[in-house]
Structure formats: C-alpha cells, structure tokens
T-cell receptor
Framework: KAGVTQTPRYLIKTRGQQVTLSCSPISGHRSVSWYQQTPGQGLQFLFEYFSETQRNKGNFPGRFSGRQFSNSRSEMNVSTLELGDSALYLC?????????????FGSGTRLTVV | QKEVEQNSGPLSVPEGAIASLNCTYSDRGSQSFFWYRQYSGKSPELIMSIYSNGDKEDGRFTAQLNKASQYVSLLIRDSQPSDSATYLCATRGEGTALIFGKGTTLSVSS
C-alpha cells in the first residue's frame, strides 16, 4: 500500500515569490492535513481538508492556503514568501472513518526561502 | 489554548536500559494522546496512541496516561541505538488537528 507522497522534496525560492506544494494521501484516505515544522516552533498545524472542504485552520496568515481535489490529492500554496517561511512542510493523511487514530505523515517538502 | 510541554533533552541512556520520556498538557479536557518518533531528516511516524488512564503496551513501548496529573509518558524497554531519535508527544485539538510538543531527543549509546 503506497504511503503519503509529497512533491517536490526540496525547493529553493526567493522572497516575494509564491510556491505550491503537492500531497497525495494514502489510497482511501479522504482527510489531508498540513503542518509546518521549524526548529524554533516545532510542528504547527496549518489546515485540514476533507472531501474537498477546509475543515479546520491553524493560526497562520492568509498567505497560506490550500485546496483538495476530488481524488483527495491536496495542494498548499504560500504567496509572497518570507524568509521565516523556510521550513519542512509535512502532509498528513488519515481515514477519518471509524474514528481518528493519528496520522501518517509524508516525507515532507523542505522549503528554503532566500 | 492547548499546550503540550516536553523536556527537549537530550536524554541519554545506555543500550538495554529503559528510556522514560515525559509530556505534560495544559487542557484538562484533552482526551487523545499520540507519540511520534522522528529520525533526523525524516518525517514523524506514529508509535502509539492512548486515550484511557493507565498503561498501553505495544512491543517494547508502553504509553502511560494520568489524566488527574495531566501527564503522559512513553517507556522504551531494552533501548537500542536504533531508538535514537526525537520523540514527539501530541494531543488532539479542534477536529483532527494535533498539538505537538517540541520533542525530546533520545540518545542510546552502545
């Protein structure tokens, strides 16, 4: 069974640019959540999508957005990049049926803003 | 605002010893707790979840929950060098959002 697939693995962008990250969840999982991980703040929740709808959003500025497609694949977008956006962005997949028992994380996209 | 606190470590134990990792949480109403392991340069992987007071065992791992003391722990028996990693404690926030502690680094020496 394929795991959670995130692309690309690494990205280098310039301040002010925008970036789009992609995530394909485990087959059959309809919930996709996104997290940002930095050394200073640790793992922080960005948002969750389920059945193409944003169900929950963390405390991040509006420059961070996402969407989910009918096949459950999800993208997140960060506009007007800032140096502080440099982080590991993790996508997490869960079934959400029969109760929630934790996520499976993808390998992440490491974003460096210069 | 729910918070999860962990000692950043490093916690150093010799091979074969029991490693004890601890976590406290701020919201007395928290019900679900998760332990993740993260190797350097890798993504977190779920070790186990715990919902009820008491112990839950899975192989060499035992999670312990004490809701009265707002305390969660993870015991690793017969620690191996391959257990060297950062261990993240998390509780469930709104929906399926997880609130993570900043993690404890464990180092197991052979």
């Amino acid at each position: 069974k394929a795991g959670v697939t995130q692309t690309p693995r690494y990205l280098i962008k310039t301040r002010g640019q925008q970036v789009t990250l992609s995530c394909s969840p485990i087959s059959g999982h309809r919930s996709v959540s996104w997290y940002q991980q930095t050394p200073g703040q640790g793992l922080q929740f960005l948002f969750e999508y389920f059945s193409e709808t944003q169900r929950n959003k963390g405390n991040f500025p509006g420059r961070f957005s996402g969407r989910q497609f009918s096949n459950s694949r999800s993208e997140m977008n960060v506009s007007t990049l800032e140096l502080g956006d440099s982080a590991l962005y993790l996508c997490a997949s869960s079934s959400r049926t029969g109760g929630f028992d934790g996520y499976t994380f993808g390998s992440g996209t490491r974003l460096t803003v210069v | 605002q729910k918070e999860v606190e962990q000692n950043s470590g490093p916690l150093s134990v010799p091979e074969g010893a029991i490693a004890s990792l601890n976590c406290t949480y701020s919201d007395r109403g928290s019900q679900s707790f998760f332990w993740y392991r993260q190797y350097s340069g890798k993504s977190p992987e779920l070790i186990m979840s715990i919902y009820s007071n008491g112990d839950k065992e899975d192989g060499r791992f035992t999670a312990q929950l004490n809701k009265a003391s707002q305390y969660v722990s993870l015991l690793i028996r017969d620690s191996q060098p391959s257990d060297s990693a950062t261990y993240l404690c998390a509780t469930r926030g709104e929906g399926t959002a997880l609130i993570f502690g900043k993690g404890t680094t464990l180092s197991v020496s052979s």
